[in-house]
């Protein structure tokens, strides 16, 4: 899997945080995923199409997806209701949309991610390596989680 199909969504996180939250971000060391369970309750799946195929999950923990829910919107929110997770759709619609300006080639289509909020799977493209890159903060981790296939294998 090319880093440069990785950059521009750990970029598009890196962004969000710095921007939308201020809220400092590590990013830990990447590892290869076993298990199709996350480690959160909180998942945003971003498809990919076309070129490049395959998914990119955000992963996070409830402390996380509240405090960038209430940034979106401007007010405390405390619990994850459906409005806290159309707000987390919309919050990976624009990793998405950022990560797509810095996307190499052409050719790849983005998918509208999808919110599942509980105990859960995710559905990974069967013979992809997973990639789960590890990220904290000071109030609390998240995980971003790449299978892709890209044109060079």
Do not use: R, W
Request: proline share 7%; aromatic share 4%; charged share 15%.
């Amino acid at each position: 899997m090319d880093i440069q199909y990785i950059n521009p969504f750990v970029t598009a996180v890196q962004k969000l945080f710095n921007t939308m939250i201020n809220l400092p971000f590590s990013l830990g060391k990447p590892s290869l995923k076993k298990d199709p369970l996350p480690m959160h309750d909180i998942s945003a799946i971003i498809g990919l199409s076309g070129n490049v195929t395959g998914c990119v999950v955000i992963n996070l923990s409830e402390a996380i997806a509240l405090q960038l829910v209430s940034a979106l919107l401007g007010d405390e929110v405390t619990e994850l209701d459906d409005d806290c997770t159309d707000a987390i759709g919309e919050i990976a619609n624009i990793i998405a949309g950022n990560a797509k300006t810095d996307f190499p080639g052409g050719g790849t289509s983005i998918s509208v991610p999808s919110v599942v909020i509980g105990k859960h799977k995710v559905t990974y493209p069967s013979g992809l390596p997973i990639i789960s890159i590890p990220c904290s903060t000071d109030k609390g981790t998240l995980a971003i989680e790449i299978a892709i296939k890209t044109p060079d294998g």
